[in-house]
Every structure is written in structure tokens, then in C-alpha cells.
């Protein structure tokens, strides 16, 4: 547990040395540890240590963690499959992955039948791909515009905001571009869609720096906290 604990203040003195650069309130920023392949006895030293906010990559990981570590909130980071969309709602208060149209009326709809671990909206951010990366998932800038009305009007989801992943490079610096393009895109839609929140889930171990000092409001930290993942 101490290790973490130090690790945790480790990642939070960086994230409060960038907001400040950035002149920001280092308590606007959220630390999420991102636990993909962590057991669930090391997560539950975690949670002891102050990381009680983890996010999982898939639902399967998931719901085999959450009923071994008490104390946590869930948040799904990955790709969210529409088949596996029910799970996640039962298990997540967030979900960072909304990549569709069909997948947030489905979210919208499961929340309705109060299938979420607390009453009330479920917290979603909507992925975009910055950069038009056939690699990522996630809604171009334009489709996002044209498909924001039909979300906006779920009742049950509250729209958190807009995420992204950065660009790779040898260094943070390459990513600075992708994630001034996503404050920049929030910024311009939330203009005309009111509903659409501030929020900015962008920056993971190796850019988090810059994601903080360009605006992010969350960022997914997981290797910074918990080490390297064994390689597969």
C-alpha cells in the first residue's frame, strides 16, 4: 500500500505542477487509475491507498473485479461493445466511450430501467478521434456535430463532456496537438448544445503533463501508478 500511496502523490504533485504552468486549480483535475490488468487484491491496497476511482478497459475485467474490491467507483475507459452494454451500465457511474448514436440510446434506455449501481443520469463522455486515426475509434469532428442533437436529447444521460487519446510520438509533445483540437472542438459545440458539459477526458501515463496543461478535466492514469502491465 505504500507504494501506491506514493505513487498516487507522485502522479498528483505532476498533474498539480502542470495546472498551475497551465494557471489552473489543480482541484479541477480528476485522477482516474486506470486498473486494466491489475489484480483485484493489488486494486484493493489501492483503494486503501486513496485511488478509489479506477477505470477497466473491458466489461469482462470489470465484473470480475468489482464485487473483490469494495470502495471503488467504476468508470469504462475501452471500447464498449452494444452487447455488452447492459453490464457495463450495472457496474459503471461513468463511461468514457461513446462512440455512436445507437450505443448512447441504448445506455439511455438501460439507465431507464434502473440498471445502474446509483439512481439518477449515467455520466458519459463522447470519444472523438482528433486526429481521423484509422486506428481509433471514436466520432470524426464533423459526425460528432451532426449526431450531438440525437444525444442531447437522451433524458437520462448526463453528457459529461468529450474524450480523446493522444497522438503517439517519441515524446508528450505530439499529443499537444490533439488535445488543444478536442478543447477547441468542445468549446465550439458547446456553443450550440448547452447540454453538452465542459468536461475533457484526455491524457494517459506518458502525456498527462501536457493533457492537464491544454485543459483536461480527467485524466486515465495507469501505468504511472501502478507500474508496467506484464506483457501478454
Known amino acids: 500500500m505504500a507504494a501506491l500511496a506514493a505513487a498516487r502523490t507522485s502522479v498528483l504533485d505532476r498533474v498539480a505542477a502542470a495546472a498551475v504552468r497551465a494557471r489552473r486549480d489543480p482541484a479541477t483535475v480528476a485522477l482516474l487509475a486506470v486498473s486494466k490488468t ?35 467507483t467504476w468508470h469504462l475507459v475501452g471500447h464498449l461493445q452494444g452487447n455488452k452494454a447492459r453490464r457495463a451500465v450495472e457496474l459503471c457511474t461513468a463511461v468514457h466511450s461513446v462512440d455512436s448514436v445507437g450505443l448512447a440510446a441504448r445506455l439511455d434506455r438501460l439507465v431507464g ?38 444525444i442531447a436529447v437522451l433524458p437520462r444521460l448526463r453528457l459529461e463532456g468529450l474524450m480523446t487519446i493522444g497522438r503517439l510520438g517519441d515524446s508528450a509533445e505530439p499529443a499537444r496537438a490533439t488535445f488543444v483540437a478536442l478543447r477547441r472542438l468542445s468549446d465550439r459545440l458547446r456553443t450550440v448544445q448547452p447540454r453538452l458539459g465542459a468536461g475533457l477526458s484526455m491524457g494517459m501515463s506518458d502525456d498527462f503533463e501536457v493533457a492537464v496543461e491544454e485543459g483536461a478535466t480527467i485524466v486515465r492514469v495507469g501505468r504511472a501508478l501502478f507500474g508496467e502491465r506484464p506483457s501478454r
Open 113 to 150: 430501467e434502473g440498471m445502474g449501481p446509483v439512481p439518477g443520469p449515467l455520466s458519459v463522455y463522447l470519444e472523438v478521434n482528433v486526429d481521423d486515426d484509422p486506428a481509433k475509434s471514436g466520432f470524426r469532428p464533423r459526425s460528432l456535430a451532426e449526431a450531438l442533437p440525437a
Open 38 to 72: 491489475v489484480p483485484p487484491e493489488r486494486l484493493r491496497a489501492a483503494v486503501a491507498a486513496g485511488l478509489t476511482l479506477l477505470g477497466e478497459n473491458r466489461v469482462q475485467e470489470l465484473a470480475q473485479k468489482a464485487p473483490l474490491v469494495p470502495g471503488a
